[in-house]
């Protein structure tokens, strides 16, 4: 069964710092471009940073040079650095591969506010 679990979510004041986590089983993880993607309320999801199979990133021109995307194969794992947040970047963060095939999971909350 496949299973995506996003962590590491919470309320920052703005230029603060968070780093959310991805825990993937039941895929050949380490086959995949993997993304992470936020929602902000009454907005489409988007994506805003991807990392291919062997590690090379791309990110969303309205996070580039804030947010950090790096995995670990061994683990299942992909991270999230995220640096000088900003009030926009307040959403729901969720994981995935890059072309969105396994249901989405619970996501979590980052609120941006002083």
């Known amino acids: 069964q496949v299973q995506l679990v996003e962590s590491g979510g919470g309320l920052v004041q703005p230029g603060g710092s968070l780093r959310l986590s991805c825990a993937a089983s039941?895929?050949?993880?380490?086959?995949?471009?993997m993304g992470w993607y936020r929602q902000a309320p009454g907005k489409q999801r988007e994506l805003v940073a991807v990392i291919s199979s062997g590690g090379t990133p791309n990110y969303a021109n309205s996070v580039k040079g804030r947010f950090t995307i790096s995995r670990d194969n061994a683990k299942n794992t992909v991270d999230l650095q995220m640096n000088s947040l900003k009030p926009d970047d307040t959403a729901v963060y969720y994981c995935?591969?890059?072309?969105?095939?396994?249901?989405w999971g619970q996501g979590t909350q980052v609120t941006v506010s002083s």
């Open positions: 995935n591969t890059a072309d969105y095939r396994y249901t």
């Open positions: 039941g895929i050949r993880f380490s086959i995949y471009a």
